[in-house]
């Protein structure tokens, strides 16, 4: 049986695709049931301030670092959404004294224009936020060398490449609208995904790319980093792929009620606890990731309930 039409974007497969059932479920969870749908290989956390909740997302920086020698050396992949624990990153490095020589970064993913990724001068750089929020914050004594910040801007083979050379301890991200990690969007509804979205399988073997990005996408980063500006916002991008995400030992999604909603943040903490894989929400795959960690600030998870504004 065919599936339904995406409400959203019906030539795109998306949540909205799924069967009403799990919807409802979904919208249902409590509090208390998002962390109930722990299991081995998924750990659901709860931070109760913010202040908190940033500064334990900057630590994965500094836990992952610390990792790192000449002889072995290791790295975290980070994304540009969430940014407010960057500058943390930043200052625990300095406290520290942390050299950073001989450790590794990966950026998640960068804006493409004109079939080439943005340059630094771009507003909405992801390399110019991490560069800007972090890196340049950091001491030049205890710099981490060029060489090992990892950008998805130039030969993409040898930035999949990279994850083999290199121990990723830790892919850190952030959840969107349209249910991604970093922009592994839904695909378009077309040719042989007309009638059903890839299958999981299908989904996992993508590497490093080019994507087009989901209408979902676009309007949240213009609404989360344009002040609406939809105009300003590519619609193509290169990102990270399911490839390099499993060759990270760990897998930790933190949520402050910002990027995605209530409804979204349960959706995907159940799919993931129950093991349900489906392509049209392309973070529900990380269910057969062996370390998964969905990490939430407690007053941004919020009601699915009814409130006119």
Known sequence: MVRKASLVAPEWWDFTTLPDELLEDAANLSPEDMLNLSRPGFEVRFYDTLNEFYLAEALEYID??????????????????????????????NSLELDLKDAHFWGMDEWLEGGSPVGMNHPLSFARADIELCFGKIRPELSMPEENMHFPTGDLEAFSKSFDDIRCVLMQGGQGDVKHWAFNDPLPRKGRYADEPPTPEEYRKLKTRI????????????????????????????????????????????????????????????????????????????SDHPDVRFNFYRGGVGEVEVVMH
């Not at 940014?83 to 490095?93: D, G, I, S």
């Not at 590519?234 to 030992?249: D, F, I, N, Q, Y």
């Open 64 to 93: 992952a670092w610390r990792q790192s020698t000449s002889d072995n050396p290791a790295g975290i992949c980070g994304p540009i959404g969430p940014t407010e624990q960057l500058p943390l990153v930043a200052r625990l490095v």
């Open 211 to 286: 994507v087009e990005l989901h209408p979902m996408t676009i309007m949240q980063n213009a609404r989360t980093s344009g002040g609406g500006n939809i105009a300003m916002v590519p619609t193509r991008a290169v990102t990270v792929g399911p490839v390099e995400t499993w060759k990270s030992e760990t897998v930790s999604i933190w949520q402050a009620g910002m990027h995605d909603n209530p409804f979204g943040m349960r959706l995907t903490t159940l799919m993931i606890g129950k093991k349900i894989a489906d392509a049209a929400v392309p973070i529900s795959l990380l």
